[in-house]
């Protein structure tokens, strides 16, 4: 039996291409870009171009770009950096209640330390109000922290309009793009961004690597501290081989963003009309017209999630139930709770997300063996 | 090519660059991911935890996996630090700490913490007897260094540990990035209650390091979100570089005596070599001292700058380094040497030469003749 992975929002795997473009530097260009030699100074170069890559990738200043371990270490970096750096014009920030736990728990940290946080509502489609991010910002505000397109159901938010509104406040705009990278046009500039997330790893690069833009002129403090990488912003030896797979999956990312959207726009219809076809019960989560379409998530009600989980993957389908990190417990999701669904849909939803290599044979086979699973219920 | 140069980084030993590429291509599952393949991840994590935590004599539930060096001290300072805050602010290190421990500390002292910065002996050695007296009520961490990446000392971590073990309530962190595969280590032992790794130092692949942190330690996560590795660092694991890292971790381990012997006769013969130039000192222990560490050599050519000799070296295709690399951008002289008492002239002229166990005593060979051509000429241009 064919497995199938519709679990890409989770992680995905690495592009050969990207592999192959990271082996030389764990081969003989393995020098420290730190080194005053040149076999050291013959990687900072890569280094820098690769920053270069990543900052068209997202119409930013290569200075603008740090390189992190990841979206969780982007994430912390960019709340915990500002809110502390900005001690002095205010304690208090905005986000939603539908961020990765990445955003909330860090901010629940921030509020252990003293700093207010308004945690903003979303509506039944898990969008944010743009009149309640404006009615939130109050005088002490410092920053506003709301993702782009949601982990669990693809959700779009209103980044443009966030991003005019907290400039003409005065306050600083973050956000997580994750999940949007490589989907969605990520356009600093035109969205009036500040500081903006992404993860190699959820666009076919390497586990452990990120970024952080930070558009220039912005107060914000190092949050690993030690030698003088990143400009001081964040200390570590440089994971080349991480930097250039990162710059090497975010091209290609870019390069092919529109054929892939529209491929898994039809994957999506696709799944969907097998399921009308067979006639099983279920219902989309989240926005019908401001999604993701690499993210598809359905609730089956009278099914509960585990046990679905569990056949699907015995069926050969991997799938999830929110965002990865927290299938482990299989709590309810915090997201699916924000969006205060009737409890039936709630116990009962799964997240299908595609990705590289997904093919229509393989998505009509899944949507098939699926629909077995539900239809014997 | 001659790399002298391995306290900067090493190259990853092609097995461990296998590993990588096949669990990267292959396992790629989320270890967090409730389907098989996420179980697979996960089983690979697990697996490498193991690895890791025999290697060091500890639990695996003890081990906390991070993005590398830097991350893992400044988890286990600012971590111990904040959970700790309410029992005490102070906060004993030495003087010659790596910049990511020393750094952490000037930014613990900015948020109200009060830092001792233990001086050393002309050797760069911490003196045991300077931790006791600095010690106070108020001490909730000390963190002294295993081996010191630019001179290569040794620090007398038993004995401090010993002294430690009367005190409960003092966290005791060692940065021992240099000393794993170089020197035996032994935490659980030694009553070390944080020690830091990084990957790239032992022929492991960047980007990934680990913080052992003994059970029963409290500690505020440095890095929050999603709760992987028991909380204390979140964020989706680099499985691939993990798995790299602990099978860098056991071939080091399992060579560490014929490795340690073979980098103790190179620094042997290369300082023998040297030591007769008369126009070459050097820094940090002696030949014969106990507390060397095998792979790290460290000598001045007083009225030369470094970074000529190092230029001029590495024309030869030969690669060593100033100081540390993180730091080598600045043109201020050492302040590792510096504290451990060596005149500015003198640390201004200081060369780093570092082993791997894959050096060999023909490559010092050929080091020292280049040293005995280009360090006279140089001294001949300066003078005039
Ligand atoms: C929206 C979002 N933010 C942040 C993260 C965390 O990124 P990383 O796994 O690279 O730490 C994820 C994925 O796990 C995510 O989906
Ligand atoms: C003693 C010591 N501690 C910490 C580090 C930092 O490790 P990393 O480069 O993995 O961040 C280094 C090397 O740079 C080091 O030599």
Known sequence: MQEIYLDHAATTPVHPEVLEAMLPYYRDMHGNPSSMHRFGQRVRHTVDEARSIIARCVNAEPGEIIFTSGGTEADNMALIGVMTANRDKGKHLITSQIEHHAVLHTCEYLESLGYEVTYLPVDETGRVAVEDVAQAIRPDTVMISIMFGNNEVGTLQHIGKIGKLAKERGVYFHTDAVQAFGIEEVDVKRLHVDLLSISAHKVNGPKGVGSLYARRGIKIASYIHGGNQEKKRRAGTENVAGIVGFARAAELAINTREERRAHYEKLRRMMMAVWDEQSVDYVVNGHPKFYMPHILNVSFPGTKTEAMLMKLDIAGVAAASGSACMSGSLEISHVLRAMNLPEDRLISAIRFSFGYGNTEEQVREAAERIARIVNKG | ?384
């Open chain 2, 1 to 384: 090519m001659i790399y002298f140069d391995n306290s900067a980084t090493t190259l990853p030993h092609p097995d461990v660059v296998k590993a990588f590429g096949d669990v990267a291509s292959q396992f790629f599952g989320n270890p967090s991911s409730l389907h098989h393949l996420g179980g697979k991840s996960a089983q690979l994590l697990d697996q490498a935890r193991k690895v890791a935590a025999d290697c060091l004599g500890v639990q695996p539930g003890e081990i906390v996996f991070t993005s590398g060096g830097t991350e893992s001290n400044n988890a286990a300072l600012k971590g111990v630090a904040i959970q700790h805050r309410s029992r005490g602010k102070h906060i004993i290190t030495s003087s010659i700490e790596h910049a990511s421990v020393y750094e952490t500390c000037k930014q613990l002292e900015e948020l109200g913490y009060s830092v001792t910065y233990l001086p050393t002996d002309d050797k760069g050695r911490v003196r045991p007897e300077d931790v006791q007296r600095a010690l106070s009520d108020d001490t909730i961490l000390v963190s002294v260094m295993y081996v010191n990446s630019e001179l290569g000392t040794v620090q007398p971590i038993e004995e401090i540990g010993r002294i430690l073990s009367a005190y409960p309530k003092t966290y005791f962190h060692v940065d021992a990035v240099q000393g794993f595969g170089k020197l035996p280590l032994m935490p659980g032992k030694w009553g070390i209650d944080l020690l830091s790794l990084s990957a790239h130092k032992f022929h492991g692949v960047r980007g990934c390091g680990l913080l052992y942190v003994r059970r029963g330690v409290m500690l505020s996560p440095l890095i929050i979100g999603g709760g992987q590795e028991g909380g204390l660092r979140s964020g989706t694991e680099n499985v691939p570089g993990i798995v790299a890292m602990a099978k860098a971790m056991r071939m080091q381990h399992e060579r560490l005596q014929e490795n340690h012997e073979h980098m103790k006769k190179l620094r042997a013969r290369l300082i023998d070599g040297l030591l007769p130039l008369e126009y070459c000192k050097l820094n940090g222990p002696g030949k014969d001292d106990a507390y060397a560490a095998p792979h790290i050599v460290n000598v001045s050519f007083p009225g030369i700058k470094a970074e000529v000799v190092l230029h001029a070296l590495e024309k030869e295709e030969i690669y060593v380094s100033t100081r540390s690399a993180c730091s080598s951008k600045n043109s201020k002289p050492s302040r590792v040497l510096l504290a451990a008492g060596i005149d500015e002239e003198r640390a201004r002229s200081a060369l780093r030469i570092s082993f791997s166990p894959d050096n060999t005593e023909a490559e010092v060979d050929v080091f020292i003749r280049a040293i005995q051509k280009i360090v006279p000429n140089l001294a001949k241009i300066m003078r005039v």
